[in-house]
T-cell receptor, first 114, second 112 residues
Framework: DVKVTQSSRYLVKRTGEKVFLECVQD?????MFWYRQDPGLGLRLIYF???????EKGDIPEGYSVSREKKERFSLILESASTNQTSMYLC?????????????FGPGTRLTVL | LAKTTQPISMDSYEGQEVNITCSHN???????ITWYQQFPSQGPRFIIQ???TKVTNEVASLFIPADRKSSTLSLPRVSLSDTAVYYC?????????????FGGGTRLMVKP
């Protein structure tokens, strides 16, 4: 089974802090994704990566950056956290063949920015 | 990017068959249709994917009419554990940048 792990289930940070959310997958997947999920808004794509050191903006990249130095790891960075970034953050991965269709998700990180 | 429309919520009882329909009028020729299930406090889980006609696996069936402008996820004999949110997605499997808008999904409540 594919396993996607995220560094924290719950995280509390203060406004202005730099926040790192880590995601690791163990299935040698080429594609990795970061979403945020908010009530009534579904899942919204922040960034995705289809290869090491490659990244593409999703629907809502503002206020975020990403890093993919190794194939199995995809990091989401909040350069200066703000209260409107309080949300559930979900990481996912998929194989090159599956593209964006069959994505495997991690358990999520619930981030609260005070 | 094909937009999808689903009912916001549905209720059912244990043992019944549940059908959730998704509309995707502007589906493109290369687009696949994929359904995910999400339980509270968990990430979504892939259920089934299809391109046309009917697809069945151990969890569900997916019915896609000839015009492909809609699809129906069928869950046979639901149980309480099938209570979840179900998302329909449409896009091109070869383009990881496509088909990444999940929308609000359908909240299914299964009652005893």
């Amino acid at each position: 089974d594919v396993k996607v792990t995220q560094s924290s289930r719950y995280l509390v940070k203060r406004t202005g802090e730099k926040v790192f959310l880590e995601c690791v997958q163990d299935m040698d997947h080429e594609n990795m994704f970061w979403y945020r999920q908010d009530p009534g808004l579904g899942l919204r794509l922040i960034y995705f990566s289809y290869d090491v050191k490659m990244k593409e903006k999703g629907d809502i990249p503002e206020g975020y950056s990403v890093s993919r130095e190794k194939k199995e790891r995809f990091s989401l960075i909040l350069e200066s956290a703000s209260t409107n970034q309080t949300s559930m953050y979900l990481c996912a991965s998929s194989s090159l063949e599956a593209g964006g269709n069959e994505q495997f998700f991690g358990p999520g990180t619930r981030l609260t920015v005070l | 990017l094909a937009k999808t429309t689903q009912p916001i919520s549905m209720d059912s009882y244990e043992g019944q068959e549940v059908n959730i329909t998704c509309s995707h009028n502007n589906i493109a020729t290369n687009d696949y249709i994929t359904w995910y299930q999400q339980f509270p406090s968990q990430g979504p889980r892939f259920i089934i994917q299809g391109y046309k006609t009917k697809v069945t696996n151990e969890v569900a069936s997916l019915f896609i009419p000839a015009d492909r402008k809609s699809s129906t996820l069928s869950l046979p004999r639901v149980s309480l554990s099938d209570t979840a949110v179900y998302y329909c997605l449409v896009g091109d499997s070869w383009n990881a940048g496509n088909m990444l808008t999940f929308g609000g999904g359908t909240r299914l409540m299964v009652k005893p």
